[in-house]
């Protein structure tokens, strides 16, 4: 290890390139972080992070000494290690586009110190940091588990480091190797294509499990189940664990894992491997994304003329202002002849997603003479809200809530019809 | 998955309806006609499709800004065997023929949910069509031939599940054949105890789903169901409520498996977010009225 704590760099200040290089101040490392935006580094450096998550700004102001920002490229070269961080944008097919990874990677490779280690940190397919053109010995791909709105406290303390080597039997550079020891935790190395699989691998078990929950959460809600009585059965066995991925949702979300299964069927229509259970994944995921949209459809859109609609929650989870792949964003565009009224505590409503969808000053105004409510985000503010205050709000009674922000049991009490995934229809 | 071209409904000039003499031809040409959309109802009697001349006669009539309803088929009940295979397939033929010579603005060929396997999966549009009867592989393959004579954008099929409907001659087991049973004989027969689970669709609906699709130019693939699965012995409980005296329900030995088919019509939700479907019980009773009784 050398004496002298590295100077690490970011390329792509995305939510994991920021988050990340954050985190990796906050250890006491030296950070450039790069971005070709200038408009995006300009505000960083003005300490407004772009994107939400808990303890990132004050993270940021409390690290500032140790964090610069730029758009020159060339400020890298005092790196001893560098991350590319972009994002890798996919299609609706979950096809990833590796041009603007490859564009950057085309930009900051020869501008770095020749001994530095680039690390991809990017989701990339099997296969691709092999095929990159700098020397085996300074190139690496490291496996990122960002979940969005815990994505500061993931990256400060990360479970494992997996990373993918040309050869693992091979140390690591020292500064590489100084840089991953400070966080403390095991370090996992392996072939380059070994850890780009595994980060699909753990995907894969997320949505295995996802897609069970799913599955009997449905059947629950039409045999009078409730999953949310079985979830703790679950997780208290071993085999399964309190930390898994059982909680019932709208499908896959979020982009990263519907990337995985694509890459996996496209892989294996490849080489003849077999992908049917993932074929089976992906048509339940399309089956649950719509599950608001039915029950809406069910309760009121199918029954009532002209119906308005209150929306709670437009980000894509809580806690952060993301609205890319937001549930609530899918159900708003197919609610187009309907008229809604919107709340977020992070995110305004934009005029162009619908064309008679109005902006609520606060949650209960989103309730004000709905026909029926849904909220899609359940943000802290909603699970504080009084199903009564709700009540006397609406002017009808149905409440579609799939995570079940609202408690089931006093909705009902307050005379609300509640909807939530994987409860029994009330 | 179903698209629009017209953002907005938007009446087509003309609407020429084969097999208009059929219980969906008649019906959708009542409908379309009660708005004043123009209408050519061609029946076998005015264009034989098994005729050799067909598809030169067929093509004669059509405009290039026409939209083409494709309803005329030789159902089951008048054959499953190959040789009604083979007739169904030399009238698609005819018809792919004269597309093939004098595109139209739109066509919409109606098919049915034959074409899907009986299985425990949820039928979307997603789900592989895989006929195990005659009666499906005809439909599966006139779908098939539509698309190779019609360009993508103006072709729209609809696969239709089970249709409710007064005067209903096919007397397939289901509603309508539970009707007939009780008004002839005051007994409605279920194999087993009814247990099987299916869709059906109102004709009213079903004719109002293809206006829809007709105004919009819609083009992909739909099915037409409720979405709501009620097995047999609810069906006849429902048919039987309509009656003074109520029928007797009559259980017999079961000679079939027993298969269920639900549908998850989200697609035609997405594509027709306003459009309410008739509840199975409030058809049920209207087609009962329809028929007098």
Same mark, same amino acid.
């Given at each position: 290890?050398?004496?002298?704590?590295?100077?690490?760099?970011?390329?792509?200040?995305?939510?994991?390139?920021?988050?990340? +290089?954050? $985190?990796?101040?906050? #250890?006491?490392?030296? *950070?450039?972080?790069?971005?070709? =935006? @200038?408009?995006?580094?300009? !505000? &960083?450096?003005?300490?407004?992070?772009?994107?939400?998550?808990?303890?990132?700004?004050?993270?940021?102001?409390?690290?500032?000494?140790?964090?610069?920002?730029?758009?020159?490229?060339?400020?890298?070269?005092?790196?001893?290690?560098?991350?590319?961080?972009?994002?890798?944008?996919?299609?609706?097919?979950?096809?990833?586009?590796?041009?603007?990874?490859?564009?950057?990677?085309?930009?900051?490779?020869?501008?770095?110190?020749?001994?530095?280690?680039?690390?991809?940190?990017?989701?990339?397919?099997?296969?691709?940091?092999?095929?990159? +053109?700098? $020397?085996?010995?300074? #190139?690496?791909?490291? *496996?990122?588990?960002?979940?969005? =709105? @815990?994505?500061?406290?993931? !990256? &400060?303390?990360?479970?494992?480091?997996?990373?993918?080597?040309?050869?693992?039997?091979?140390?690591?550079?020292?500064?590489?190797?100084?840089?991953?020891?400070?966080?403390?935790?095991?370090?996992?190395?392996?072939?380059?294509?070994?850890?780009?699989?595994?980060?699909?691998?753990?995907?894969?078990?997320?949505?295995?499990?996802?897609?069970?929950?799913?599955?009997?959460?449905?059947?629950?809600?039409?045999?009078?189940?409730?999953?949310?009585?079985?979830?703790?059965?679950?997780?208290?066995?071993?085999?399964?664990?309190?930390?898994?991925?059982? $909680?019932?949702?709208?499908?896959?979300?979020?982009?990263?894992?519907?990337?995985?299964?694509?890459?996996?069927?496209?892989?294996?229509?490849?080489?003849?491997?077999?992908?049917?259970?993932?074929?089976?994944?992906?048509?339940?995921?399309?089956?649950?994304?719509?599950?608001?949209?039915?029950?809406?459809?069910?309760?009121?859109?199918?029954?009532?003329?002209?119906?308005?609609?209150?929306?709670?929650?437009?980000?894509?989870?809580?806690?952060?202002?993301?609205?890319?792949?937001?549930?609530?964003?899918?159900?708003?565009?197919?609610?187009?002849?309907?008229?809604?009224?919107?709340?977020?505590?992070?995110?305004?409503?934009?005029?162009?997603?619908?064309?008679?969808?109005?902006?609520?000053?606060?949650?209960?105004?989103?309730?004000?003479?709905?026909?029926?409510?849904?909220?899609?985000?359940?943000?802290?503010?909603?699970?504080?809200?009084?199903?009564?205050?709700?009540?006397?709000?609406?002017?009808?009674?149905?409440?579609?809530?799939?995570?079940?922000?609202?408690?089931?049991?006093?909705?009902?009490?307050?005379?609300?019809?509640?909807?939530?995934?994987?409860?029994?229809?009330? | 998955?179903?698209?629009?071209?017209?953002?907005?409904?938007?009446?087509?000039?003309?609407?020429?309806?084969?097999?208009?003499?059929?219980?969906?031809?008649?019906?959708?040409?009542?409908?379309?006609?009660?708005?004043?959309?123009?209408?050519?109802?061609?029946?076998?009697?005015?264009?034989?499709?098994?005729?050799?001349?067909?598809?030169?006669?067929?093509?004669?009539?059509?405009?290039?800004?026409?939209?083409?309803?494709?309803?005329?088929?030789?159902?089951?009940?008048?054959?499953?065997?190959?040789?009604?295979?083979?007739?169904?397939?030399?009238?698609?033929?005819?018809?792919?023929?004269?597309?093939?010579?004098?595109?139209?603005?739109?066509?919409?060929?109606?098919?049915?949910?034959?074409?899907?396997?009986?299985?425990?999966?949820?039928?979307?549009?997603?789900?592989?069509?895989?006929?195990?009867?005659?009666?499906?592989?005809?439909?599966?393959?006139?779908?098939?031939?539509?698309?190779?004579?019609?360009?993508?954008?103006?072709?729209?099929?609809?696969?239709?599940?089970?249709?409710?409907?007064?005067?209903?001659?096919?007397?397939?087991?289901?509603?309508?054949?539970?009707?007939?049973?009780?008004?002839?004989?005051?007994?409605?027969?279920?194999?087993?105890?009814?247990?099987?689970?299916?869709?059906?669709?109102?004709?009213?609906?079903?004719?109002?789903?293809?206006?829809?699709?007709?105004?919009?130019?819609?083009?992909?693939?739909?099915?037409?169901?409720?979405?709501?699965?009620?097995?047999?012995?609810?069906?006849?409980?429902?048919?039987?409520?309509?009656?003074?005296?109520?029928?007797?329900?009559?259980?017999?030995?079961?000679?079939?498996?027993?298969?269920?088919?639900?549908?998850?019509?989200?697609?035609?939700?997405?594509?027709?977010?306003?459009?309410?479907?008739?509840?199975?019980?409030?058809?049920?009773?209207?087609?009962?009225?329809?028929?007098?009784?």
């Amino acid at each position: 290890m050398s004496a002298v704590p590295p100077v690490v760099g970011y390329a792509g200040m995305t939510h994991l390139g920021l988050n990340s +290089a954050v $985190a990796a101040a906050e #250890r006491g490392f030296a *950070v450039v972080c790069f971005d070709p =935006g @200038r408009d995006c580094i300009a !505000a &960083l450096a003005r300490g407004e992070p772009t994107v939400s998550e808990p303890d990132l700004a004050e993270l940021m102001a409390k690290n500032a000494e140790r964090l610069s920002f730029t758009s020159e490229a060339s400020a890298l070269r005092r790196c001893a290690v560098v991350y590319i961080s972009p994002d890798v944008p996919t299609d609706d097919g979950g096809t990833s586009d590796l041009g603007p990874l490859t564009a950057l990677i085309a930009a900051v490779e020869p501008v770095l110190a020749a001994e530095a280690s680039m690390v991809v940190l990017s989701q990339v397919p099997p296969g691709f940091t092999r095929g990159l +053109a700098r $020397a085996e010995g300074q #190139r690496f791909y490291q *496996v990122e588990t960002l979940i969005f =709105g @815990r994505a500061i406290e993931r !990256a &400060l303390h990360p479970e494992r480091f997996i990373l993918g080597c040309a050869d693992p039997a091979q140390p690591l550079p020292p500064a590489l190797a100084s840089f991953l020891g400070s966080f403390g935790c095991p370090i996992l190395r392996m072939r380059y294509e070994s850890a780009e699989l595994c980060k699909i691998a753990i995907n894969f078990f997320l949505v295995a499990s996802v897609s069970a929950a799913n599955s009997l959460a449905e059947l629950c809600e039409r045999i009078g189940a409730d999953w949310s009585e079985i979830m703790p059965a679950l997780r208290l066995d071993k085999r399964i664990g309190e930390h898994a991925y059982i $909680a019932p949702g709208l499908g896959i979300a979020g982009g990263n894992l519907e990337r995985d299964l694509a890459t996996f069927v496209r892989m294996g229509a490849e080489t003849g491997a077999e992908t049917g259970v993932v074929l089976a994944w992906q048509a339940n995921s399309r089956h649950r994304r719509f599950w608001a949209l039915r029950r809406l459809h069910e309760t009121v859109l199918a029954r009532q003329s002209d119906p308005l609609i209150g929306v709670l929650g437009l980000a894509y989870k809580e806690n952060t202002h993301s609205t890319k792949n937001s549930p609530a964003l899918a159900l708003i565009a197919e609610l187009r002849p309907f008229r809604l009224r919107a709340f977020d505590p992070a995110v305004k409503v934009d005029p162009d997603w619908h064309p008679a969808l109005a902006q609520a000053s606060d949650p209960l105004d989103a309730c004000k003479d709905a026909d029926a409510v849904v909220i899609m985000t359940p943000w802290q503010a909603f699970k504080a809200l009084e199903p009564a205050a709700i009540a006397k709000a609406m002017a009808g009674r149905v409440v579609i809530d799939p995570f079940g922000a609202l408690d089931g049991k006093a909705a009902a009490s307050a005379g609300l019809e509640h909807h939530r995934l994987g409860a029994p229809r009330r | 998955m179903l698209d629009h071209r017209n953002p907005t409904p938007t009446p087509p000039k003309r609407v020429v309806i084969l097999g208009a003499r059929g219980i969906i031809g008649r019906a959708l040409v009542r409908h379309l006609e009660s708005e004043a959309l123009p209408v050519l109802a061609l029946g076998s009697a005015e264009v034989d499709l098994l005729d050799p001349a067909a598809a030169e006669r067929l093509g004669a009539r059509l405009h290039a800004d026409d939209a083409l309803v494709v309803l005329a088929a030789l159902t089951p009940d008048k054959g499953r065997d190959i040789a009604t295979l083979m007739k169904n397939l030399r009238m698609g033929e005819a018809v792919a023929a004269a597309l093939a010579g004098r595109a139209c603005d739109q066509v919409l060929y109606v098919s049915s949910d034959a074409v899907y396997p009986m299985g425990p999966a949820l039928i979307t549009e997603s789900t592989p069509a895989n006929p195990s009867d005659l009666y499906g592989v005809m439909h599966k393959t006139r779908e098939v031939m539509m698309a190779s004579a019609v360009k993508p954008e103006r072709l729209a099929v609809l696969r239709a599940t089970m249709v409710l409907a007064a005067h209903d001659t096919h007397g397939s087991y289901g509603a309508n054949r539970f009707r007939r049973q009780a008004r002839e004989s005051g007994k409605i027969t279920l194999s087993g105890r009814g247990e099987e689970t299916r869709d059906q669709i109102y004709l009213d609906d079903l004719t109002a789903l293809m206006r829809m699709m007709l105004l919009r130019r819609s083009h992909g693939l739909l099915n037409a169901a409720s979405g709501v699965s009620l097995n047999f012995l609810e069906v006849a409980r429902l048919v039987a409520a309509q009656f003074a005296p109520a029928p007797e329900i009559v259980f017999t030995p079961r000679t079939q498996p027993i298969t269920h088919r639900h549908f998850d019509i989200t697609a035609l939700r997405r594509a027709f977010p306003t459009f309410r479907m008739t509840a199975h019980a409030d058809a049920i009773a209207r087609v009962h009225r329809a028929e007098g009784l």
